[in-house]
């Protein structure tokens, strides 16, 4: 049994029944993943037990109580002897907090079976781990190794997250079934009531390796309340686990402070929102103000995550992964937003938010400016030129109001009829080869393929753009040394045309530091704000000509964005349509390679040539 498949065993032993929803969400895997441990969990148990699905709950029979305490109690000689490096790994770090005193290196591989060269390595992924707990790996010559954290509550949260959830004795197995009623009297999720078990064990072990916890986060603030559940469970509680502080009460509880809960005290929770508004919103309400957002009613939207990602973070909680890694490189208003406000929270409170956390708050940046920028949405028109079918001009019709929300169609009978009337049209689909000057024409032929058809909507949407000044758009072949090369060579490119004020390349330099973006198809997307007070989104595409690596992969295309300092509605949606495009063309192996040949005498549509 390895130590993914323990820590399944573990959540069916504390948590009773359990969906396959709560499964992938505990342990960021997918249904699949879910189906295979369930069915190599039901192999490794045999006869002991088995996990049993009803309509859409899972739960542990087991068939024989003593087997399954010693199948337990195996597993943790058993895992050594697989080389189970997580498993390994948590039982040092078991050693090491329980242990007063420094340990020889050789001691500990003796204990474990391995060599020293593995315990060593052991040590090297160790000290990454813990070093986010703000803890170390002290050596002293002749004495060996321990560990160190800076606060108990450090000390602690490494032993629940890396000790807790990967191993296991009969004892404590024991302890957790006997807490496991009374737990549930709290009609708790399924997420809390984990998380508040794993405290409680996690103090049980820390009072029993002769450790005190006598501290908690300086800015953690407590706003849930006692009421008669949580009264009989700390009674409870103070006969099992003896000595109980208000510091071990307030540890053992606050994953209440992580969800909205009936135990959430109301005039507390205000007074900590009102705290929250002025410490981090208020600091970026210029720069919130830039894109015409009003802070309070942003801040009204995001305030209930933004407490909670607050307290994940200041005890060491973990968000659950849902959102892919990458999805903030898609909207770089919203992630500079969300930098920002990170920014503020990490200097203030001494943490760090993570990747995740910041995920979140970029959707939720992205969805309130789509908000605003539907207000200002143009008409848009398309024509129909010649003997087209009703049901064909539908299906377009259908199509392309998925992508525009004020869509207008007119239909003519001939080019001859078009060509009287003095409309704007950004589409004319014809029913014949037709050229018909400074408008994009489209072959209603490719209604037959609705995927061309979504290309040509979203690089007329572009090319009509590009029209109106909203973005401005050129094109230069490059021989580079390097990515860095690449783009410092764009920009000067842009500074001497004039388009660029001399900053822009330390707001770029700035901005690399935090992240850098790279599409599939060896794209690359450096960005940066634009103090040039130009309104439009300039956008300077380099075409490397020789070979160049950039975090391993070759690259090709180097998409330079200038955002105004200054955004409109307008801008805002011009800057989404964009990254929108950019994607589309890492995606379209010919839009690729057309853009690779891109011939600057020629418009934008050029590159739509094949598909």
Same mark, same amino acid.
Request: hydrophobic residues 40%.
């Given at each position: 049994?390895?130590?993914?498949?323990?820590?399944?065993?573990?959540?069916?032993?504390?948590?009773?029944?359990?969906?396959?929803?709560?499964?992938?969400?505990?342990?960021?895997?997918?249904?699949?993943?879910?189906?295979?441990?369930? +069915?190599?969990?039901?192999?490794?148990?045999?006869?002991?037990?088995?996990?049993? +699905?009803?309509?859409?709950?899972?739960?542990?029979?087991?068939?024989?109580?003593?087997?399954?305490?010693?199948?337990?109690?195996?597993?943790?000689?058993?895992?050594?002897?697989?080389?189970?490096?997580?498993?390994?790994?948590? $039982?040092?770090?078991?050693?090491?907090?329980?242990?007063?005193?420094?340990?020889?290196?050789?001691?500990?591989?003796?204990?474990?079976?391995?060599?020293?060269?593995?315990?060593?390595?052991?040590?090297?992924?160790?000290?990454?781990?813990?070093?986010?707990?703000?803890?170390?790996?002290?050596?002293?010559?002749?004495?060996?190794?321990?560990?160190?954290?800076?606060?108990?509550?450090?000390?602690?949260?490494?032993?629940?997250?890396?000790?807790?959830?990967?191993?296991?004795?009969?004892?404590?197995?024991?302890?957790?079934?006997?807490?496991?009623?009374?737990?549930?009297?709290?009609?708790? $999720?399924?997420?809390?009531?984990?998380?508040?078990?794993?405290?409680?064990?996690?103090?049980?072990?820390?009072?029993?390796?002769?450790?005190?916890?006598?501290?908690?986060?300086?800015?953690?603030?407590?706003?849930?309340?006692?009421?008669?559940?949580?009264?009989?469970?700390?009674?409870?509680?103070?006969?099992?686990?003896?000595?109980?502080?208000?510091?071990?009460?307030?540890?053992?509880?606050?994953?209440?402070?992580?969800?909205?809960?009936?135990?959430?005290?109301?005039?507390?929770?205000?007074?900590?929102?009102?705290?929250?508004?002025?410490?981090?919103?208020?600091?970026?309400?210029?720069?919130?103000?830039?894109?015409?957002?009003?802070?309070?009613?942003?801040?009204?939207?995001?305030?209930?995550?933004?407490?909670?990602?607050?307290?994940?973070?200041?005890?060491?909680?973990?968000?659950?992964?849902?959102?892919?890694?990458?999805?903030?490189?898609?909207?770089?208003?919203?992630?500079?937003?969300?930098?920002?406000?990170?920014?503020?929270?990490?200097?203030?409170?001494?943490?760090?938010?993570?990747?995740?956390?910041?995920?979140?708050?970029?959707?939720?940046?992205?969805?309130?400016?789509?908000?605003?920028?539907?207000?200002?949405?143009?008409?848009?028109?398309?024509?129909?030129?010649?003997?087209?079918?009703?049901?064909?001009?539908?299906?377009?019709?259908?199509?392309?109001?998925?992508?525009?929300?004020?869509?207008?169609?007119?239909?003519?009978?001939?080019?001859?009829?078009?060509?009287?009337?003095?409309?704007?049209?950004?589409?004319?689909?014809?029913?014949?080869?037709?050229?018909?000057?400074?408008?994009?024409?489209?072959?209603?032929?490719?209604?037959?393929?609705?995927?061309?058809?979504?290309?040509?909507?979203?690089?007329?949407?572009?090319?009509?753009?590009?029209?109106?000044?909203?973005?401005?758009? +050129?094109?230069?072949?490059?021989?580079?040394?390097?990515?860095?090369?690449?783009?410092?060579?764009?920009?000067?490119?842009?500074?001497?045309?004039?388009?660029?004020?001399?900053?822009?390349?330390?707001?770029?330099?700035?901005?690399?530091?935090?992240?850098?973006?790279?599409?599939?198809?060896?794209?690359?997307?450096?960005?940066?704000?634009?103090?040039?007070?130009?309104?439009?989104?300039?956008?300077?595409?380099?075409?490397?000509?020789?070979?160049?690596?950039?975090?391993?992969?070759?690259?090709?295309?180097?998409?330079?964005?200038?955002?105004?300092?200054?955004?409109?509605?307008?801008?805002?949606?011009?800057?989404?349509?964009?990254?929108?495009?950019?994607?589309?063309?890492?995606?379209?192996?010919?839009?690729?390679?057309?853009?690779?040949?891109?011939?600057?005498?020629?418009?934008?549509?050029?590159?739509?040539?094949?598909?």
């Amino acid at each position: 049994m390895d130590s993914s498949l323990f820590k399944l065993l573990k959540m069916f032993v504390e948590n009773g029944s359990i969906t396959k929803q709560e499964i992938a969400v505990y342990n960021n895997i997918s249904f699949r993943t879910v189906d295979k441990r369930i +069915s190599d969990l039901n192999k490794a148990l045999g006869n002991t037990a088995h996990i049993s +699905s009803g309509t859409k709950r899972f739960y542990l029979a087991i068939n024989n109580y003593p087997e399954f305490l010693n199948l337990e109690t195996r597993f943790l000689k058993g895992e050594l002897d697989l080389n189970d490096p997580i498993k390994r790994e948590a $039982s040092i770090i078991n050693m090491l907090i329980k242990s007063a005193d420094y340990m020889p290196i050789d001691e500990i591989a003796d204990k474990l079976t391995v060599s020293r060269k593995v315990v060593n390595k052991d040590l090297s992924n160790i000290k990454k781990d813990i070093s986010q707990y703000k803890g170390q790996i002290v050596s002293k010559a002749g004495k060996g190794i321990k560990i160190s954290f800076q606060t108990s509550f450090d000390e602690i949260c490494v032993l629940r997250s890396f000790v807790i959830d990967h191993i296991s004795r009969p004892d404590w197995l024991n302890f957790t079934s006997k807490i496991s009623v009374k737990l549930k009297n709290l009609n708790l $999720s399924k997420q809390a009531y984990h998380q508040i078990s794993n405290n409680i064990l996690s103090l049980k072990v820390f009072k029993d390796y002769g450790l005190e916890l006598d501290y908690l986060p300086e800015y953690y603030e407590a706003t849930w309340v006692r009421n008669n559940s949580i009264n009989d469970l700390i009674s409870y509680l103070q006969e099992k686990i003896k000595l109980l502080t208000k510091t071990d009460i307030s540890f053992i509880f606050s994953p209440l402070d992580l969800y909205k809960n009936e135990y959430l005290d109301s005039k507390k929770i205000e007074l900590v929102l009102r705290k929250n508004y002025d410490l981090f919103f208020v600091p970026l309400k210029t720069q919130l103000l830039k894109y015409g957002i009003k802070i309070e009613t942003l801040y009204n939207r995001v305030k209930w995550h933004m407490l909670f990602s607050i307290n994940r973070t200041l005890l060491y909680t973990e968000i659950g992964e849902v959102l892919p890694r990458n999805i903030s490189d898609n909207y770089p208003i919203s992630l500079e937003l969300s930098l920002a406000l990170a920014h503020e929270i990490n200097s203030k409170y001494e943490v760090v938010i993570s990747k995740q956390e910041i995920n979140y708050y970029v959707i939720y940046f992205e969805m309130f400016l789509e908000e605003l920028s539907k207000d200002t949405t143009e008409q848009v028109k398309i024509a129909f030129v010649g003997s087209i079918r009703s049901s064909v001009k539908e299906f377009i019709e259908k199509k392309l109001s998925n992508v525009f929300e004020d869509l207008v169609t007119v239909s003519f009978s001939s080019v001859a009829d078009f060509k009287e009337q003095h409309d704007k049209f950004l589409l004319v689909f014809v029913d014949k080869p037709v050229e018909i000057e400074n408008i994009q024409v489209v072959n209603v032929g490719t209604a037959i393929r609705p995927e061309a058809l979504s290309i040509v909507m979203q690089i007329s949407v572009i090319e009509q753009l590009i029209k109106q000044e909203k973005i401005i758009l +050129s094109v230069e072949h490059l021989q580079p040394t390097s990515y860095y090369d690449a783009v410092n060579k764009i920009i000067d490119h842009q500074i001497k045309n004039n388009q660029l004020t001399t900053d822009f390349k330390q707001n770029w330099e700035k901005r690399e530091k935090v992240t850098n973006n790279i599409f599939s198809n060896g794209i690359a997307i450096p960005h940066a704000i634009d103090n040039s007070s130009k309104e439009r989104i300039l956008v300077s595409v380099g075409i490397i000509d020789n070979k160049i690596l950039f975090k391993k992969k070759e690259l090709k295309l180097v998409f330079l964005i200038g955002i105004p300092e200054n955004l409109n509605n307008e801008l805002i949606d011009a800057t989404s349509r964009l990254y929108d495009f950019i994607g589309l063309i890492s995606r379209n192996e010919i839009l690729y390679n057309n853009f690779v040949n891109y011939d600057n005498s020629k418009e934008l549509i050029q590159i739509i040539e094949g598909v």
